[in-house]
T-cell receptor, first 115, second 114 residues
């Protein structure tokens, strides 16, 4: 079965630092990949997605992610973080099973950005 | 994207009781899902709610404990039955369409069982 690994559970950065959060999924073939963000006290929001095409995906709020098929990876990046990026970030992949699709989430990465 | 609301937003319940959580979407959607997010953990899919048929449950979740209804394309309920403190979690519903695999999430219901 498809699974997702997020290697960084807690990340602490200063404002203006660059961010890269790791995400690996378990097997190849056609994959649909997502990053979701959960700001404190708010619900999950879709940050960006990859279905096909250009492996470098741009999302909201200056985030981007790169799909590297050979590495089974979909890392999230932002060149300069802000205090408002403090949140929990979840990588997710679609698993096709039993005739329907379901989202498999990674464990999440808590990002704290200090002013 | 769809606008999703959940009721209640939070509740504190006594063990042995049941709570029904409602999920309302502002447009017709094919797929609705129920997730659990235990404190400090990621999201785990409980079941997929199919309109007009039985819900499809994931391993570790059973209908007797988490009965689900999906009477139409905009509404679903999840009941947490015979609650214990281990059921204390955030319960979220999400929706997606047939043409897209994106899922959009509701605000969640924070359940505390004492």
């Amino acid at each position: 079965a498809q699974s997702v690994s997020q290697h960084n559970h807690h990340v602490i950065l200063s404002e203006a630092a660059s961010l890269e959060l790791g995400c690996n999924y378990s097997y190849g073939g056609t994959v649909n990949l997502f990053w979701y963000v959960q700001y404190p006290g708010q619900h999950l929001q879709l940050l960006l997605k990859y279905f096909s095409g250009d492996p470098l995906v741009k999302g909201i709020k200056g985030f981007e992610a790169e799909f590297i098929k050979s590495k089974f990876s979909f890392n999230l990046r932002k060149p300069s973080v802000q205090w408002s990026d403090t949140a929990e970030y979840f990588c997710a992949v679609i698993s096709f099973s039993g005739g329907y699709n379901k989202l498999i989430f990674g464990a999440g990465t808590r990002l704290a950005v200090h002013p | 994207s769809a606008v999703i609301s959940q009721k209640p937003s939070r509740d504190i319940c006594q063990r042995g009781t049941s709570l029904t959580i409602q999920c309302q979407v502002d447009s017709q959607v094919t797929m609705m899902f129920w997730y659990r997010q235990q404190p400090g953990q990621s999201l785990t899919l409980i079941a997929t709610a199919n309109q007009g048929s039985e819900a499809t449950y994931e391993s570790g979740f059973v209908i007797d404990k988490f009965p689900i209804s999906r009477p139409n394309l905009t509404f679903s309920t999840l009941t947490v039955s015979n609650m214990s403190p281990e059921d204390s979690s955030i319960y979220l519903c999400s929706v997606s369409g047939t043409a897209t695999y994106e899922q959009y999430f509701g605000p969640g219901t924070r359940l505390t069982v004492t």
